[in-house]
């Protein structure tokens, strides 16, 4: 894989600014990475735990459950150690991981150290991303800079899907988690080509609570909830109900690979639409189609069935969560002194929506194993991403009159 450079960039965006493209080039070697192994992730757990789908779920419920409650404490340490030091950090804790995952079988019952590896690089890496991205994104190009970011990561991870079921295929999974932990490391680099940046997060935990709670953002959090849920089926169920249908690593990896080179197609157009139309016009096109589209999936046989209902139901997905994220950016990054709030507002409400509905989906299966019926619970979920636009961009008058007050807001 060619590291995408400044240049690459620059074409990719007129918009382009040196700060997203460090961010840009560090996210698409780690998303190969990730990408090699990430939709084989659920699976491996799904075979250490002998086929139990509940124990599977129930375990990415504690790590999506415990990532939303200690969020606040991630926005501590991201002002501790300011928002590249976060992003570097967090990848000792992901080598840690994928090195647990690798020698599951010989930990035993310590393989609930992998709690911990992935709990802690969540907390360092996510929060510090999207203050980042808030931070240096534009409002009313955020539709756009959203799909960029997207075409570099799929242009990065298109093939990675298919190299990783082929080196699982001949190889096995320690080869393969021995590139992925290699590739993180690298993906790093590109952070520290200009100088760190600090940010002062202020909330304790109770007070992060009363934030996520407040009465006037309760339809953005309650859509961050629905978006947290409906990943959760995109995560973990899509790939089990695939390997279920008998369908080999490489035909898995390949199926993943070719949707995203034709998403890429997607993302562009759909990335210009957004600041074109608004985004919350597009949002709520694309949140029905993406409800639509989920269904499909409960018909797939074969894996040329898979491919098509895969690639069809990206278009609905990126339709749906491009302009989703740009109206959180432009939510999150208009004032800096709510964007690290928000953005910890974001984790809370996103993973503790996540975790209680796998609970739930953990307790169904333990009276069914037709995993085909949680994609038509999806479509559901996917129409509550409208709910994001219901808001008025709140900021608290107090904090109005402290950001104004000899400064502009950010983005403008």
Same mark, same amino acid.
């Given at each position: !894989?060619a590291l995408l450079?400044?240049g690459?960039? %620059?074409?990719?965006?007129?918009h382009?600014?040196?700060?997203l493209g460090?961010l840009? #080039?560090?996210?698409?070697?780690?998303?190969?990475?990730?990408?090699l192994v990430?939709?084989? &992730? *659920?699976i491996?757990i799904?075979?250490?735990?002998?086929r139990?789908?509940? @124990?599977?779920?129930?375990y990415?419920?504690?790590?999506?459950?415990?990532f939303g409650v200690?969020?606040p404490?991630g926005?501590?340490?991201?002002?501790r150690l300011g928002?590249?030091?976060?992003?570097?950090?967090?990848?000792?804790?992901?080598?840690?991981?994928? @090195?647990?995952?690798?020698?599951? &079988?010989?930990?035993?019952?310590f393989? /609930?150290?992998?709690?911990?590896?992935?709990? !802690?690089h969540n907390l360092?890496?996510?929060?510090?991303?999207h203050?980042d +991205?808030a931070?240096?994104?534009?409002?009313g190009?955020?539709g756009?800079?959203v799909?960029? #970011?997207?075409?570099?990561?799929?242009? %990065?991870?298109?093939?990675?899907?298919?190299v990783?079921?082929? $080196?699982?295929?001949?190889?096995?999974?320690p080869?393969l988690?021995?590139? $992925?932990?290699a590739l993180?490391?690298a993906?790093t680099?590109?952070l520290?080509?200009s100088?760190?940046i600090k940010e002062?997060?202020?909330?304790d935990?109770t007070?992060?609570?009363?934030?996520t /709670?407040?009465?006037?953002?309760r339809?953005?959090?309650a859509a961050?909830? +629905?978006?947290?849920a409906?990943?959760?089926?995109?995560?973990?169920?899509?790939?089990?109900?695939l390997?279920?249908?008998?369908?080999s690593?490489e035909?898995?990896?390949a199926?993943?690979?070719?949707a995203?080179v034709?998403?890429m197609?997607?993302?562009y157009?759909?990335g210009?639409?957004s600041?074109k139309?608004?985004?919350?016009?597009?949002?709520?096109?694309?949140s029905?189609?993406n409800?639509?589209f989920? *269904?499909?999936?409960m018909?797939?046989r074969t894996?040329?069935?898979?491919? @098509? #209902?895969?690639?069809?139901?990206?278009?609905?997905?990126?339709?749906a969560?491009?302009?989703f994220?740009a109206?959180?950016?432009?939510w999150a990054?208009?004032?800096?002194t709510?964007?690290d709030?928000?953005?910890i507002?974001?984790e809370?409400?996103?993973? $503790?929506?996540?975790?209680?509905f @796998?609970?739930?989906?953990?307790?169904?299966?333990?009276?069914t194993?037709?995993?085909?019926?949680?994609f038509?619970? %999806?479509?559901f979920?996917?129409?509550?991403?409208?709910l994001?636009k219901?808001? *008025? !961009?709140e900021?608290?008058?107090?904090?109005i009159a402290k &950001?104004t #007050?000899g400064?502009?807001?950010e983005?403008?």
């Amino acid at each position: !894989m060619a590291l995408l450079t400044h240049g690459h960039l %620059a074409r990719l965006s007129p918009h382009f600014n040196k700060e997203l493209g460090e961010l840009y #080039a560090s996210t698409a070697i780690r998303g190969f990475a990730i990408s090699l192994v990430g939709i084989f &992730e *659920p699976i491996y757990i799904f075979l250490f735990f002998d086929r139990s789908i509940p @124990l599977t779920l129930l375990y990415f419920a504690i790590v999506s459950i415990l990532f939303g409650v200690l969020a606040p404490f991630g926005g501590k340490m991201l002002t501790r150690l300011g928002i590249k030091h976060a992003m570097l950090w967090s990848v000792p804790f992901l080598f840690l991981y994928f @090195l647990a995952l690798w020698q599951i &079988e010989k930990l035993g019952i310590f393989f /609930l150290i992998l709690i911990p590896f992935h709990v !802690m690089h969540n907390l360092l890496y996510w929060p510090a991303f999207h203050i980042d +991205f808030a931070r240096f994104s534009e409002q009313g190009k955020r539709g756009k800079e959203v799909g960029v #970011a997207n075409i570099v990561i799929s242009l %990065a991870s298109a093939f990675g899907p298919l190299v990783g079921g082929l $080196v699982i295929t001949f190889f096995g999974f320690p080869e393969l988690f021995a590139i $992925v932990l290699a590739l993180l490391f690298a993906s790093t680099i590109p952070l520290f080509l200009s100088q760190e940046i600090k940010e002062e997060y202020p909330d304790d935990f109770t007070q992060a609570f009363r934030e996520t /709670l407040k009465k006037n953002r309760r339809a953005k959090v309650a859509a961050l909830g +629905f978006a947290g849920a409906e990943f959760a089926v995109h995560a973990y169920i899509w790939p089990l109900y695939l390997f279920m249908l008998a369908i080999s690593f490489e035909e898995l990896g390949a199926i993943i690979s070719s949707a995203l080179v034709i998403g890429m197609i997607f993302i562009y157009f759909i990335g210009k639409a957004s600041d074109k139309m608004g985004p919350e016009k597009l949002l709520t096109i694309g949140s029905i189609l993406n409800a639509v589209f989920w *269904p499909i999936k409960m018909f797939v046989r074969t894996p040329f069935d898979a491919f @098509l #209902a895969h690639t069809l139901h990206n278009f609905g997905s990126y339709s749906a969560f491009i302009p989703f994220a740009a109206i959180f950016y432009d939510w999150a990054g208009k004032y800096k002194t709510t964007r690290d709030r928000l953005v910890i507002v974001r984790e809370i409400a996103l993973n $503790v929506s996540r975790g209680v509905f @796998l609970l739930f989906l953990a307790l169904v299966f333990l009276f069914t194993d037709n995993l085909a019926i949680v994609f038509l619970m %999806a479509g559901f979920l996917s129409l509550g991403f409208i709910l994001m636009k219901e808001d *008025p !961009m709140e900021i608290d008058p107090m904090e109005i009159a402290k &950001e104004t #007050a000899g400064s502009v807001p950010e983005g403008s």
